[in-house]
């Protein structure tokens, strides 16, 4: 990948342009009055725990999906309904520029890269849509007001589902097709952008979900060990809350080194919202038990710095080999309730898979 690639914007890399984000907000039907009537909808929701409401209305509606409630399982709950929760307070802020385009084309990608389906994503905005609405029609002084405001919401709902048609179906067959088949890939195969974590620089979630599922074919068919490692980041000891700002630089950071630990054909992968998982072929438990102390000694050698402040951090680790009748969820499956075990310990540990020792 270029360094001239690898600055680009999104909208760059995805020949998104004015044009385009005109078009949007044309088939959108946004208009300048419409940027107006952003803070009166703002306002409306900030008053009592209307957001607090529309935030758990939303999530339990997704948890009643099994495809969502899935992908939720591996994040902290707690964590994304604070990120939904300061969404909503800014909903439509900067409506129309190349900035709001930018956040919205980086969170339909980063949903794609966590293996969420375009019908379930665009689905999610009819949700929201309907709760936000429900709140305005209760709370709103005046019929015109009430109006104006669904409007609002509607179309706004309806931008966003827009853009991710179109994140959709400018980086699924990219995705589905540069997902290395060979046993051994170069990290620099994962590269491409629409195939990392926007955040970290780390593979996406799809990709590396994608990769183990062809390593277990690898090992099946060659008779190689295959092992993998799930880090999470621990919370961080220092006197300084990470506020959610903060929280990115601290993970990209944490990728950078554990992408230090692996050979150049491992792959390192953003797991959750927190949690990394490191893909290891053609390697046995106890190099992967080597590999963690590497992991935990560089984690630990030095503070990560935010904006000028030392913030010492530290993760839990859990460890698994496959066995011959593992799948993806099995695999998985027992690393993480290695992850668990460590996390018990209260952290900043290592564990392998109880039930897994007790086959051997």
């Given at each position: 990948?270029?360094?001239?690639?690898?600055?680009?914007?999104?909208?760059?890399?995805?020949?998104?342009?004015?044009?385009w984000r005109e078009r949007q907000l044309n088939l959108a039907g946004l208009t300048v009055i419409d940027s107006e009537a952003v803070q009166a909808l703002q306002d409306l929701l900030g008053q009592g725990r209307r957001i607090d409401s529309v935030v758990e209305q939303f999530y339990q509606r997704l948890e009643a999906c099994p495809e969502a409630a899935n992908i939720l399982a591996s994040f902290e709950t707690d964590r994304l309904k604070d990120l939904q929760a300061g969404f909503l307070r800014t909903l439509g802020d900067g409506l129309g520029n190349a900035g709001f385009f930018e956040a919205r084309i980086s969170l339909a990608l980063r949903h794609l890269q966590l293996g969420v389906s375009a019908a379930v994503y665009m689905a999610a905005f009819g949700y929201l849509q309907s709760l936000l609405n429900d709140q305005i029609i209760q709370a709103a002084k005046g019929k015109k007001l009430s109006r104006n405001l669904v409007a609002l919401v509607s179309k706004l709902a309806l931008l966003d589902t827009l853009i991710a048609h179109d994140v959709y179906a400018r980086a699924l067959p990219e995705t589905g097709q540069r997902v290395p088949q060979q046993s051994r890939p170069s990290f620099e195969t994962y590269s491409d952008p629409l195939q990392l974590d926007v955040s970290t620089g780390a593979a996406g979630r799809l990709t590396l979900l994608k990769a183990v599922d062809n390593a277990l074919t690898t090992a099946r068919r060659t008779g190689q060990p295959l092992s993998l490692v799930m880090v999470v980041l621990d919370s961080p000891r220092t006197k300084v809350e990470i506020s959610t700002v903060e929280v990115e630089p601290v993970l990209r950071e944490v990728a950078t080194r554990l992408k230090a630990c692996v050979r150049g054909f491992d792959l390192v992968g953003r797991y959750g919202a927190l949690s990394f998982l490191l893909l290891l072929e053609n390697t046995s438990l106890h190099t992967c038990h080597q590999v963690a102390e590497r992991?935990?000694?560089?984690?630990?050698?030095?503070?990560?710095?935010?904006?000028?402040?030392?913030?010492?951090?530290?993760v839990s680790q859990g460890l698994t080999d496959a066995l011959s009748q593992d799948d993806q969820a099995s695999l998985l499956l027992r690393c993480q309730r290695a992850l668990e075990q460590a996390r018990a310990t209260g952290g900043d540990s290592i564990c392998e898979?109880?039930?897994l020792v007790a086959r051997r």
């Open positions: 990948m270029s360094s001239d690639l690898a600055k680009a914007s999104l909208s760059e890399r995805f020949g998104f342009d004015a044009d992991v935990w000694r560089r984690i630990r050698e030095k503070p990560v710095m935010i904006d000028g402040t030392e913030i010492r951090i530290t898979d109880i039930g």
